[in-house]
């Protein structure tokens, strides 16, 4: 009866923490990089599948080629969204954990949204009384073009897709999503999480000028904030698409 014993009380067993369900800074960044790969494959292979269905000899001079095409561009980028995603399931399920709340796929409040898309408004605006004081293009060149050809050769719709649902769905699952989550929950905590995710949006655009990539940053920056404010990645998913959309409609009709 030593159990009974104020003097010998009876062992208690600490049972031992669960392993984290967060991958932290490294896991994250490792990963990260394996879902930009992914993403990085997706995109070629619709390309390469493009030449192979042509039967175009299978090097880089065909796969250039084809590329630069408005509608192989576009099957591109929407092929990016689902080897994205099956790269980000893959890491989220190696730690047992949910795959919304991971990314935390909530829906955000309509003043939530309100909020979000004024920022996003003022910001971009304030881009673009910079540009045209400084007498530059409102728009990178490359893009105009692009859009206006795929306009004209019948790939609007399917221009307006890749550039409004599935660039945006695949970078924002990688960047306020997969490494914001990991980061925030690092010795970066949500300041670093948000700074960094950011630098890696704005690589995954280095197409464009410094100017450009400079805009890319502190729009990235605001998506980061509402990311975490709202704890909604459909939040900045929805934004971004704004954003994207207003871009691509304002170019192919409007000339903007």
Known sequence: MDSLNPAQPPLIVTPAEPAPRVWKFWGTALWGLLIFVAMFVGQIGAIVLLVAQRGLPMDLASIQLVGHEPQALALSVIMGLPATLAMVWLAIRIKKASFVDYLALYWPSWKQLLFGAIGLIVL?????????????????????????????????????????????????????????????????????????????????????????????????????????????????????????????????????
């Open 124 to 256: 971009v605006l304030a881009w673009e009384t910079m540009s045209r004081a400084l007498g530059r293009e409102a728009t990178p060149g490359f893009m105009t073009d692009l859009l206006k050809s795929g306009r004209d050769k019948g790939a609007a719709f399917l221009l307006l897709i890749a550039f409004s649902v599935a660039a945006p769905m695949s970078e924002e699952v990688l960047a306020r999503g997969f490494l914001f989550r990991g980061w925030s929950a690092s010795f970066l905590r949500v300041p670093g999480a948000i700074i960094l995710s950011s630098l890696v949006w704005t690589v995954v655009h280095l197409q464009y000028d410094m100017y450009f990539l400079a805009e890319v940053f502190t729009i990235g920056l605001w998506f980061g904030y509402m990311r975490y404010r709202a704890n909604s990645l459909w939040l900045t998913t929805a934004l971004h698409a704004l954003n994207n959309l207003t871009a691509v409609v304002l170019t192919m009709w409007l000339g903007g």
